[in-house]
């Protein structure tokens, strides 16, 4: 849905949040894990450690609890899905994450998602997402305001050509990638050579942990600079 209001433009899918989505091993690499086969206790396990902290034949008692690693592993196993969720509890988001194995589940981690996203995009050096963040829960909102010289909010029909492309990027990734979001643009034409507008983005929370829809947003939220 697209629509202008009042120089406001608005980009908005209205879909439904996901209740949980599928991710890869290099998504969980970005995040700062290894993937490990071994034993909790005694019984079969998948488990995380931070990357690099644990090795093959190592054990260790974490929270009162024996680890084995048998096998670090380079991929998710083929019988197996990597999952996610973000839940709220007592008012604050956590991201909670787990392997499946046909039908046994084994729980991997449930962190503040805020922490984690934090070092991704300080890995991966989007500084677009540091930046510009202002909210994280089960959906997150970005802020960005270039806005040097105030005046009216241009129509559409005056934007230029750079700035109609950011626009359909935000198209597609809404469409393409997310399913989910609402972007609300201002655009105030140019000052010195500089693109003069103010964006407030909402993405679902879980997209942004898969790192090559990190990087589109990050890199769409840099375009007019």
Known sequence: MIKMLEGYYIIENP???????????????????????GTIEGERAYFISKTGERHEGETYIFKGKEYHVSRTQKE??????????????????YLEVWLEEEDVKFPLTKEDPRIILKRIWE??????????????????????????????????????????????EVKDIHRDL??????????????????????YWTLPTLHLFDIDIANEVDKVLGMLD
Request: hydrophobic residues 40%; proline residues 6%.
């Open 178 to 199: 997310t399913g989910f979001g609402r972007f609300v643009f201002q655009y105030f034409g140019e000052v010195d050579k500089m693109h003069n507008y103010r964006l």
């Open 76 to 93: 998710i196993p083929e019988n197996a899905r990597l999952l996610a969720r973000i839940i709220i509890e007592r008012g604050n988001p």
């Open 15 to 37: 879909g439904v949040v996901p209740a949980e989505r599928r991710f890869r091993m290099k998504d969980l690499k970005a995040w700062g894990y290894d993937l490990h086969l």
């Open 123 to 168: 890995k991966e050096k989007l500084n677009q997402l540091l930046k510009h963040v202002r909210a994280v829960g089960l959906t997150t909102d970005f802020y960005k305001d270039n806005v040097f010289t105030q005046g009216i909010p241009l129509p559409y029909e005056e934007y230029p050509p750079k700035v109609r492309r950011v626009l359909r």
